[in-house]
């Protein structure tokens, strides 16, 4: 036992031949026995794991926060809200669409600084997608209900309330003054409805 080098490892005893029952056997009770040294490493290491986790949702919430502050600010001040006319036409463009690909394009050409402006744009273009969708499918979802109670965009009825859009309408209802349905609710006496257009 005198020539028993001290550095022995697992991999040199299988390379010598020693049957793997008692390789795995000395696998297992080092494992079980010396993992108490490390412990305090390990431990040390899912404290910092969480810490940075932490950390990074403190600040995409963050900046997701003031992005949205940035879009609801924009949404109320303008006349259109978030959907900017697009002069000489009849068409606009959705500012947080915009922003959402504004960041994903600038977020991926800073990506050398994970945790500088690369980043922050990132998150800023995820909140405007965010904002985006939550305001298209809103949108949608009330579109389809008033099909399914029978409500035609501009004929008149009043449209269900909770749309985020700040579309204009000509007159009340949709409708311009004046006409036979001007201001005409939903189940509203036909009589009424008439007269109101005398």
Known sequence: MADLSPTLTLHSLEKAGAPKSATRTIKEWAESHLSGQSD?????????????AFAEGVRS????????????????????????????????????GAGALLGLVAGTFAAAEPYGVGKTLANGGASCATVYSFRK??????????RKSGITPGGGAAGLPGRIGKATFTGEGG??????RAGSHIG???????????
């Open 188 to 198: 509203e006496d036909p009589v009424v409805t008439a007269a109101r257009g005398l």
């Open 137 to 146: 499918m809103n949108d949608l979802m009330i579109a389809m209900r008033e």
């Open 175 to 180: 409708w311009a003054p004046g006409s036979a």
């Open 61 to 96: 919430t963050g900046e997701g926060a003031v992005f949205g502050a940035i879009l609801g600010s924009a949404h109320g001040l303008l006349p259109q809200g978030l959907d900017f006319p697009i002069p000489g036409t009849k068409h606009h463009v959705p500012l947080d």
């Open 40 to 52: 305090f490493s390990s431990k040390l290491a899912k404290a910092k794991l969480h810490g940075v």
